[in-house]
């Protein structure tokens, strides 16, 4: 078992480069299947467990990938297996952004069902609606979901209940490939959905109006393969951002996009951090006297719920109440008992949490139940005294490249752990206790 010992007090001062985007790459990977000639090369590839899940999907399908430090190279011009087994998809529920190219350029595609997970149930009903729109047919069964369609999907009018992202790329991608216009209305307008009909406008598709509640998407006849560069990775940016403020440090986050983080800059600077703003990079300069904000996740623009553990930490260090309402999934409060065990004052209400601040964090064994709760208590573990251990690290590297190592070069007291003898457990035990 691996685990990460972070132990608190130390400020966070420099210059730390964030990946591009895990939320990006998974969606053009996925729409690299739709290119019937020419490979797709990818740059700015996170080197992230999510990756290597989705290009084992690919390889299942026989299509070619290869990866050389950050970038993708994608051969799927030949006939490809339009399954896609449980294995991969519950360990990541991305793997259904395979249906809607599946689909689209051959007529078929079987995905095992995404079961729920910690943050919720995560159904895909709005996915499979837009593709029976456009003349699919879906049967789902013995864990699998599985789309014909006789001939091509033919355009249609789609309007989502709920502004998904992953329904508006699985039916953008769709749509890409069918017979005639599709309007997808009330869609996701995250950044990620912009950089996907980038790329699929590169590859010779015809998108508008990505970034904004109405797409429409001129279906064309094939795809090629292409050359595009991912967008840089907006939470990893915020998640950096917070640790800065939470320290009280002084850290430049190269690659942060200001216009992609307006929601987090906004609840920082009411909360008293200041934050300076440059084209492709933000400074974050703590501030000892910070003060609690209420925030209430959303879809994009409003506050990212990928962002929400991150921003309670951060919160249980202000002074005041901080109220953290989570609209965007049903049950992404799991972190809260972890921080309580840090000695966290904070309380859920609702679809809120109560957060009384300033805590006195103390270090203790905690667990991270989601990818962000576990970035949440390492940054947490920065201000608390004493050590912090967190386990459950395949949460963290699905979405995390070298965090730990990008901390400590911030001048974090942090180190990841193979617990193989008991050696390594005894030194665990022994800074816990004296840390109690
Ligand atoms: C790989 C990726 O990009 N993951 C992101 C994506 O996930 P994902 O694409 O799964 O998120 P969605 O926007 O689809 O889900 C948001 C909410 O809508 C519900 N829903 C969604 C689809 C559907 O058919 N029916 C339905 O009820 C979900 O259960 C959830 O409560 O957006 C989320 C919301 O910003 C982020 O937290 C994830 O990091
Ligand atoms: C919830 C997340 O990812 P996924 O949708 O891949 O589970 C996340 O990135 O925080």
């Given at each position: 078992m691996e685990k990460i010992i972070v132990s608190g007090g130390n400020q966070l001062?420099?210059?730390?480069?964030?990946?591009?985007?895990?939320?990006?790459v998974l969606p053009v990977i996925a729409a690299s299947i739709m290119a019937s000639e020419g490979k797709s090369t990818?740059?700015?590839?996170?080197?992230?467990?999510?990756?290597?899940?989705?290009?084992?999907?690919?390889?299942y399908m026989n299509i070619n990938i290869f990866k050389s430090e950050n970038q993708l190279t994608i051969d799927a011009s030949s006939q490809l297996k339009t399954e896609t087994p449980f294995?991969?998809?519950?360990?990541?529920?991305?793997?259904?952004?395979?249906?809607?190219?599946?689909?689209?350029?051959?007529?078929?595609?079987?995905?095992?069902?995404?079961?729920?997970?910690?943050?919720?149930?995560?159904?895909?009903?709005?996915?499979?609606?837009?593709?029976?729109?456009?003349?699919?047919?879906?049967?789902?069964g013995n864990g699998y979901v599985e789309a014909f369609v006789p001939e091509k999907l033919v355009g249609a009018r789609i309007y989502l209940d709920f502004p998904s992202v992953g329904a508006t790329e699985n039916l953008m991608m769709a749509a890409a490939l069918a017979e005639g216009t599709t309007v997808i209305e009330n869609c996701a307008r995250e950044p990620e959905i912009v950089d996907l009909a980038n790329y699929i406008n590169q590859m010779g598709g015809k998108i508008v109006g990505a970034g904004t509640e109405t797409i429409r998407i001129e279906g064309v006849p094939t795809l090629k393969g292409v050359e595009?560069?991912?967008?840089?990775?907006?939470?990893?940016?915020?998640?950096?951002?917070?640790?800065?403020?939470?320290t009280g440090g002084d850290v430049i986050v190269e690659g942060a996009i200001p216009d992609h983080l307006?929601?987090?800059?906004?609840?920082?600077?009411?909360m008293g951090v200041k934050i300076e703003e440059y084209e492709n990079s933000v400074r974050v300069v703590g501030n000892g006297n910070l003060k609690g904000v209420d925030i209430k996740t959303l879809p994009y623009p409003g506050f990212p719920t990928d962002l929400q553990s991150q921003f309670m930490a951060l919160a249980m260090k202000?002074?005041?109440?901080?109220?953290?309402t989570e609209t965007v999934f049903e049950n992404r409060f799991m972190h809260v008992e972890e921080f309580r065990r840090m000695n966290a004052v904070a309380k859920?209400?609702?679809?809120?949490?109560?957060?009384?601040?300033?805590?006195?964090?103390?270090?203790?064994?905690?667990?991270?139940?989601?990818?962000?709760?576990?970035?949440?208590?390492?940054i947490a573990g920065l201000v608390a005294e004493?050590?912090?251990?967190?386990?459950?690290?395949?949460?963290?590297?699905?979405?995390?490249?070298?965090f730990e190592d990008k901390l400590r070069e911030l001048g974090a007291d942090i180190e990841r752990v193979i617990e193989e003898s008991k050696e390594v457990d005894q030194v665990v035990n022994d800074s816990m206790a004296q840390s109690s």
């Open positions: 001062r420099g210059t730390v480069k964030v990946e591009g985007a895990k939320n990006a990818l740059n700015q590839v996170p080197d992230l467990a999510d990756v290597d899940t989705i290009s084992e999907v690919l390889r294995e991969y998809v519950r360990k990541m529920r991305a793997s259904v952004l395979v249906l809607g190219p599946l689909l689209a350029r051959f007529g078929h595609a079987k995905v095992a069902m995404p079961g729920g997970c910690a943050i919720g149930s995560r159904p895909i009903d709005q996915h499979l609606k837009g593709f029976e729109a456009m003349g699919a047919k879906i049967h789902v595009h560069t991912i967008i840089p990775d907006r939470i990893e940016a915020g998640t950096f951002m917070v640790a800065a403020a939470m307006r929601s987090l800059i906004a609840k920082m600077r009411e202000a002074k005041g109440t901080s109220v953290i859920i209400e609702g679809r809120s949490a109560i957060i009384e601040g300033p805590s006195e964090l103390q270090g203790a064994e905690v667990a991270a139940t989601d990818l962000r709760a576990a970035a949440a208590l390492i004493g050590r912090t251990v967190v386990t459950e690290l395949k949460h963290l590297d699905r979405g995390y490249v070298k």
